[in-house]
Each structure stands twice: as C-alpha cells, then as structure tokens.
C-alpha cells in the first residue's frame, strides 16, 4: 500500500511489430519508473515482472527488439535510449547532424541481424539511419552506425511490419516490411523502403496528388500495399469516393486495385485493414464497405479488361457499425432458454 504523499502516473504503449504492450508506471517524480510487458500474442496474457533499473526521463514511444533482448525508448527528437534487459545496461543513442536534424516521433524500427545482433533504423528528416546493437562478454553491448540513406525534408513515415512476399522461396526470408518515406514540401513524395536484416532497399518513388492524411501501409494476401483513400473535401467536389491499392514490389510501385466507396460522405471516412479485408467506414452513416481483392465480381460489364483487373466491389451490403440503442425495437425475453 502507498501513502498518499506518493503520486502515481501510468503510460501505455503498443508495440505493434512485438504485440506487446509496455506499460510504464511512475511512484515519485524522483525514482526510476517501473516498465512492464503485456504479450498479447500468447493465448492467456500475463504481466510481466516489474522492469526496475531503467532511468527516468521523457518517454515519446517504446519498441522491443526481434529477439525482445532490447528496448529502445525515444526520449526526444534527437535521443534514444537502448536498454539491454540482459545486462541491465544503457546506452544514449543520438541521432547524426542532431543540430539541423530531428528523429520522426515514433520512427524505431528493429530488425533481427544474426545471434546477439540487432539493427536498428532511425528514422529522421533526412532519411534512414541503420545502426548495428551487438553484445559480447568482452565488450558488452556496443552500437556501431553502419549507414545512412539520404532522403531530404521527410516529414513523415508509414511502416508495416507484416512479412512481405519477395518471390524468394526461403521461408527464412530476412525481409521484415516496408517503410514509406513521406518527403517533399507538401509530404506528397513518397519513397518506399523493404526492410531487411541486411540493408534497406530503396524503391522508385511516386507522387501523390492528394492528401496523405488517410494513408496507410499494409499486406494483404502476401502483396505489401500503399492504400490511399480519397474522400470528397466539400459538398461542391465533384469527385468520386475512392480507395486506391498501390502494390509496392522492388522493381517500383503501381496502381493494383481501386475500390469505388459507394457514398457521397465529405471527409468522414477512415480505412482500416483486418487481417486481409480492406474495410472503409462512414462515420457520417455509420455503415462499412468490406473488401476482399480475391472477390472477383460476376457481373458482366463493358468495362475494359484491364479494369476489370483492378476494380472491386464490396462482398456484402454495406452494413451498420452502430446504432441507437434508445430507437431499437423492445424485443420480448419470455421465449424458454433465451
């Protein structure tokens, strides 16, 4: 029991690459806090023991490496801490150029390298930097930078940890995902990046036309996608609704499938991506459009045969996400076991 001169404070954080939650719980402004782990990918998730030895100080996000042997822990926009968890050590990590150079809230990336090594990619404004986390009973834990991928004015970032289908039939494959670099002045530039153990792999760039506010970076049946979606911004636009799939592959990008949104809604629609169904919901409605790129519609139409490759219609009537509960029917409990 704690006194009530003490002050708790809790912060949550999920590493989606681990499923782990780390929740971070602070006992007086002056001790170090106590770190805890959530596995959620175990089928009965249990709480860790208490991490207790890492410092105090700021906390922007958390990620835990391949092997979960460390923990980087962004503490500014230039600093990050690497906890090895087994030697109960740190070391302070800042990022090159630190002086016209910031890190990308939330742009830690791990990727498992080989037996006690790690790497670890920073993402920052001018581009990706790999770093090398090894261990070793005569020098302990060292982290050594390997290189740097120059990508000026990235302002933003897309990354999917999901494993991603490089033609390679090892299964071992050391392909971790895909980042997306949003650069240029408007952030407009996209340049996308597979990751690997080794060395990240720059793809050709391409342009958006439109916002990026609604974009995101997802597998779906073993194919990695940059999924745009481009919603009206007013009443007077006279554009369609749509949901564009950019299939990135190494040799470039290209537009794989568009899914037309069957709404006239004005910038009240988000995307969301569950296991491999595209699901775009209408907040404006209250009603989802779920896809399945596999789902090839029966209809016969005198649309080209080139398009007929990429359009795709939802596999149910859009359907209500929500409702009411005070304009529902008062449905009568008397039938016996119900």
Not at 53 to 69: E, H, L, M, P, Q
Not at 230 to 253: E, F, M, S, W
Request: aromatic share 8%; net charge positive; with cysteine.
């Amino acid at each position: 029991k704690h006194t009530h001169t003490h002050t708790h404070s809790q912060h949550v954080f999920y590493d989606e690459a681990r499923q782990m939650l780390i929740l971070i719980q602070y006992v007086d402004a002056g001790k170090r806090p106590l770190y805890f782990t959530l596995s959620l990918g175990q089928r009965i998730p249990k709480l860790s023991s208490p991490i207790e030895f890492i410092n105090a100080g700021d906390v922007i996000t958390v990620r835990f490496s391949a092997s979960k042997r460390f923990l980087a822990i962004q503490r500014s926009d230039v600093r990050v801490d690497i906890v090895d968890l087994f030697h109960k050590t740190e070391l302070e990590l800042n990022c090159r150029y630190k002086e016209t150079n910031r890190l990308i809230r939330y742009g830690l990336i791990w990727c498992h390298f080989e037996k006690d090594t790690e790497a670890l990619y920073l993402v920052t404004q001018r581009g990706i930097e790999v770093y090398r986390i090894t261990t070793s009973k005569m020098s302990g834990t060292t982290c050594k930078h390997m290189r740097t991928i120059k990508q000026k004015k990235v302002s933003r970032f897309w990354f999917s940890p999901t494993h991603v289908d490089n033609g390679s039939s090892d299964k071992s494959s050391s392909v971790v995902g895909v980042c997306v670099l949003g650069a240029g002045t408007k952030g407009n530039t996209l340049c996308p990046f597979v990751l690997s153990s080794y060395s990240p792999l720059r793809v050709p760039k391409f342009e958006m036309k439109d916002d990026c506010k609604e974009l995101r970076v997802a597998c779906a049946y073993d194919h990695m996608y940059c999924i745009q979606l481009q919603q009206k911004q007013d009443k007077n636009d006279k554009t369609a609704n749509v949901c564009n799939l950019y299939h990135i592959a190494k040799d470039g990008v290209t537009l794989a499938h568009v899914l037309p949104l069957y709404t006239n809604a004005t910038l009240s629609l988000r995307l969301q991506v569950v296991d491999n169904l595209i699901i775009i919901h209408d907040t404006s409605t209250q009603c989802s459009m779920i896809f399945d790129l596999k789902y090839a519609t029966t209809s016969s139409s005198s649309t080209k045969k080139s398009d007929d490759t990429k359009k795709r219609i939802p596999v149910v009537n859009p359907l209500m996400i929500g409702m009411d509960i005070t304009k529902t029917v008062r449905i009568s409990h008397s039938i016996s076991g119900v």
